[in-house]
């Protein structure tokens, strides 16, 4: 983790300093750029001034040269008045010449009074720039530079701060995962959290319309909170995984017939399914992991099944230990995987095992301090997988 953090030292830190060196030459000549065009732009304007025959036909020129101008600029007369702009907002077109020069007639008006606030903010950013005729002044032209320059101006700095929120997130997780296959489960569990609300919501949804077309019966309340029960298992699920769990003594073998009679009614279709116990011993542990931890084992004996096949789980009770036995007759695993059911979320998409089986190796060994492994698997006549916990 500390190589990682240093890699991502540096990439914040050519990132930060490479934006810089890029896009402060690009800003510096814009700028220039702009303050050349207004430079001209003044002058033009003063030799339009010096062969215009009246005043009204100076301020319509002014209005045509400035308007392709991809800049704010406001040129006003010798006293200060606004006669024409362009980049502002506010069309020029909507006001006449006899209008600008009666400012008093305007003063509650939204649109002139933008034109007086960009005009002060504009006179405060720098010099505005005489316009004459001859040696006399007739006008000021104001001028600022393009918005788009305010984003390069602070590009550095967004993408230093995406940088820096990416680096903190990732110095978020290095400090929580302890392990490549704990950082894998963690890649996946977004994918898996989408996947198994999916079925919940969807249902949901179902009752919702039922309602909406006044069909509120006792079928269509129980329905709905059992699919708002099973959305909160799910979250609960996800939120005890990566935090504390909450311990209590629990009943392993009633805990794996609630896990089955649960699964009954969700997925487990055209299979023979039993349970049987010669003891049911107590284990201390948080209910709500370990019987996501027993249905995903279930799930993948599902999912391995052949048809007329059978899912048969057994509790045993040994001096010191519970151990849950979950078995089917399915198409097992293949001797070159085993090594790697548990690890790297191993998946054969045909058979099932994918990151079910990290979910419960993190439940059982990480927080619970048990043990789980492979106990056998030939194909077709039986594949065990053990649960085996520490009794109270």
């Known amino acids: 983790m500390k190589v990682l953090n240093y890699k991502v030292f540096l990439v914040l830190s050519f990132l930060l300093i490479s934006s810089f060196l890029v896009l402060t030459p690009v800003v510096n ?18 030799g339009l001034i010096i062969t ?50 009666r400012p008093d007639l ?10 007086i606030y960009w005009l002060g903010k504009l006179q405060s950013q720098r010099e505005p720039i005489e316009i004459k005729k001859g040696e006399k002044v007739v006008g000021y032209l104001y001028y600022g530079y393009p918005g788009f320059t305010t984003y390069i101006k602070l590009l550095p700095l967004i993408l230093f701060g995406i940088g820096i929120i990416t680096f903190l997130g990732l110095l978020s997780a290095a400090r929580t995962i302890h392990s490549y296959e704990i950082e894998n489960l963690w890649v996946n569990f977004a994918k898996g959290l989408a996947h198994q609300m999916g ?15 006044g069909i509120v019966d006792e079928k269509v309340i129980k329905g709905a909170k059992k699919d708002l029960a ?34 009954k009614e969700r997925f487990l279709r055209d299979i023979n399914v039993s349970i049987e116990a010669s003891s049911d011993c107590t284990v201390l542990g948080d209910p709500e992991l370990l019987s996501w931890a027993i249905e ?27 151990e849950l036995h979950i078995s089917d007759d399915g198409h097992g695993i293949p001797r070159k995987f085993i090594k790697n059911i548990f690890k790297e979320s191993f998946s054969t998409k045909e058979r099932g095992w994918g990151i079910g089986l990290l979910v419960a190796k993190r439940i059982v060994k990480d927080i619970h301090k048990g043990e789980i492994f492979l106990k056998k698997s030939e194909p077709f006549i039986e594949t065990t997988f053990v649960i085996r916990l520490k009794k109270t």
């Open 296 to 322: 995903n084992l279930i799930k993948n004996s599902y999912e391995a099944r052949k048809p007329g096949g059978r899912i048969w789980l057994r509790c045993i009770s040994n001096k010191e230990m519970c």
């Open 29 to 46: 000549r814009i700028n220039r750029e702009v303050d050349k065009t207004s430079q001209v732009a003044a002058r033009l304007l003063s």
């Open 199 to 213: 079925t919940p919501v969807s249902a949901l949804f179902g009752w919702l319309q039922l309602m909406e077309r």
């Open 106 to 115: 305007l003063k509650d008006d939204p649109g002139y009074r933008k034109v």
């Open 52 to 101: 215009a025959v009246e005043s009204k036909d100076v301020n319509l020129l002014i209005r045509d040269v400035i308007k392709d101008l991809n800049f704010p600029v406001i040129i006003t007369n010798e006293v200060g008045l606004p006669m024409a702009w362009e980049g502002i907002g506010i069309p020029v077109e909507n006001y006449t010449l006899e209008m600008l020069f």
């Open 230 to 263: 099973r959305l909160k298992s799910i979250l609960q699920r996800f939120s005890r995984v990566g935090g504390e769990p909450t311990l209590e003594k629990i009943a392993l073998c009633k805990l794996a017939e609630e896990v089955v009679s649960e699964s």
